[in-house]
């Protein structure tokens, strides 16, 4: 069966917005998803592996002179996705965000070891150049962009701190190749990470373990467009429908509940997780406690940059009404 690898560019804002969705599909021909390659580069035999994947402005927080003085300024939703495409030499980024947005191409040459770059931001700020990696992943380009003054040009070098992080530093020369004092600089952190994905999981599974909120409360993560499919019960397609589905249930008796996280898959904006339900229900008729345990698959979605649950599958209903009877 054939792959379609497809990119999700969003902008992520404070408070989180999502911009209007580009998607970019092709056929990956049996390479690993570009989800694969940020979860393991070492994996990959593309130059640029370490840059796949998801990138924030680490703190909002943006260093530059374009003339005049030294400035630090904050700029929130700064968001860049690095994708691999049907090549080992090769990355696409796009960078969405406050404008102006944009995107850069690289290019590896394997024979001569050179990276060619070509970019576009805004209505008239391309970019084109050339460099080579310096010290493992490190990347240093020298590149001259349309708009700035003739005949000058700057050095944009891409400094790894750790996985997660890389620090870019741009300074303009003239052609003397000396310094214009011009420059921009700031480091980038990952987002999306297996850990933070993990972590917002078990946020939202805390959620559906709270027994002492109302089921109301509860309904905050799930998505408007929450599919729910328990055995035994028509499906539910909205969060109406879904609380008194909920409610009913709890009429039966109280429940102790965990959520257990087994498997977690990353697809873009989509997150599936494999999972199960323990703990015991307790009749509202007092009579014998009973354990359970039930398997489940969950699908997650971002919505105003965040995850909410959008599907539900079990292999059992916890709670119904012929176990209180």
Same mark, same amino acid.
Request: glycine share 8%; aromatic share 10%; net charge neutral.
């Given at each position: 069966?054939?792959?379609?690898?497809?990119?999700?560019?969003?902008?992520?804002?404070?408070?989180?917005?999502?911009?209007?969705?580009?998607?970019?599909?092709?056929?990956?021909?049996?390479?690993?998803?570009?989800?694969?390659?940020?979860?393991?580069?070492?994996?990959?035999?593309?130059?640029?592996?370490?840059?796949?994947?998801?990138?924030?402005?680490?703190?909002?927080?943006?260093?530059?002179?374009?003339?005049?003085?030294?400035?630090?300024?904050?700029?929130?939703?700064?968001?860049?996705?690095?994708?691999?495409?049907?090549?080992?030499?090769?990355?696409?980024?796009?960078?969405?965000?406050?404008?102006?947005?944009?995107?850069?191409?690289?290019?590896?040459?394997?024979?001569?070891?050179?990276?060619?770059?070509?970019?576009?931001?805004?209505?008239?700020?391309?970019?084109?150049?050339?460099?080579?990696?310096?010290?493992?992943?490190?990347?240093?380009?020298?590149?001259?962009?349309?708009?700035?003054?003739? $005949?000058?040009? =700057?050095?944009? &070098?891409?400094?790894? +701190?750790?996985?997660?992080?890389? /620090?870019?530093?741009? !300074?303009?020369? *003239?052609?003397?190749?000396?310094?214009?004092?011009?420059?921009?600089?700031? $480091?980038?952190? =990952?987002?999306? &990470?297996?850990?933070? +994905?993990?972590?917002?999981?078990? /946020?939202?599974?805390? !959620?559906?373990? *709270?027994?002492?909120?109302?089921?109301?409360?509860?309904?905050?993560?799930?998505?408007?467009?929450?599919?729910?499919?328990?055995?035994?019960?028509?499906?539910?397609?909205?969060?109406?429908?879904?609380?008194?589905?909920?409610?009913?249930?709890?009429?039966?008796?109280?429940?102790?509940?965990?959520?257990?996280?087994?498997?977690?898959?990353?697809?873009?904006?989509?997150?599936?997780?494999?999972?199960?339900?323990?703990?015991?229900?307790?009749?509202?008729?007092?009579?014998?406690?009973?354990?359970?345990?039930?398997?489940?698959?969950?699908?997650?979605?971002?919505?105003?940059?965040?995850?909410?649950?959008?599907?539900?599958?079990?292999?059992?209903?916890?709670?119904?009404?012929?176990?209180?009877?």
């Amino acid at each position: 069966m054939k792959t379609l690898l497809t990119f999700l560019f969003c902008l992520t804002l404070v408070p989180l917005l999502e911009a209007q969705p580009t998607s970019i599909t092709y056929e990956s021909n049996g390479r690993k998803t570009n989800q694969n390659l940020a979860a393991n580069p070492e994996e990959d035999n593309n130059p640029f592996a370490p840059f796949i994947g998801e990138w924030t402005l680490k703190n909002d927080t943006w260093t530059q002179n374009w003339g005049g003085q030294n400035d630090t300024i904050t700029i929130p939703g700064h968001h860049t996705i690095c994708s691999a495409l049907n090549t080992d030499n090769s990355l696409l980024s796009i960078i969405d965000g406050p404008a102006p947005n944009g995107h850069i191409f690289w290019s590896y040459n394997p024979v001569t070891k050179k990276v060619d770059h070509l970019s576009s931001f805004g209505a008239l700020r391309a970019g084109k150049g050339s460099g080579a990696f310096y010290d493992g992943p490190n990347l240093k380009l020298k590149l001259q962009f349309e708009g700035e003054t003739p $005949n000058t040009y =700057r050095i944009y &070098t891409y400094r790894w +701190i750790n996985e997660n992080e890389y /620090a870019l530093n741009s !300074v303009q020369y *003239n052609n003397k190749d000396q310094p214009t004092g011009l420059f921009y600089e700031g $480091n980038f952190v =990952r987002v999306h &990470t297996p850990d933070q +994905i993990r972590k917002e999981i078990t /946020a939202i599974l805390k !959620v559906l373990d *709270n027994q002492k909120i109302s089921k109301k409360a509860q309904l905050a993560v799930y998505s408007d467009s929450i599919v729910h499919m328990a055995p035994n019960t028509p499906v539910i397609s909205n969060k109406k429908d879904l609380l008194a589905y909920l409610e009913t249930q709890q009429t039966y008796g109280r429940v102790v509940i965990e959520h257990q996280i087994g498997e977690i898959s990353t697809y873009g904006t989509i997150v599936l997780m494999r999972g199960s339900v323990s703990g015991t229900f307790f009749p509202s008729n007092g009579g014998t406690a009973t354990p359970f345990l039930t398997k489940n698959l969950f699908v997650f979605t971002r919505e105003q940059g965040q995850l909410k649950i959008a599907k539900i599958i079990y292999n059992q209903s916890p709670v119904t009404p012929s176990t209180t009877k």
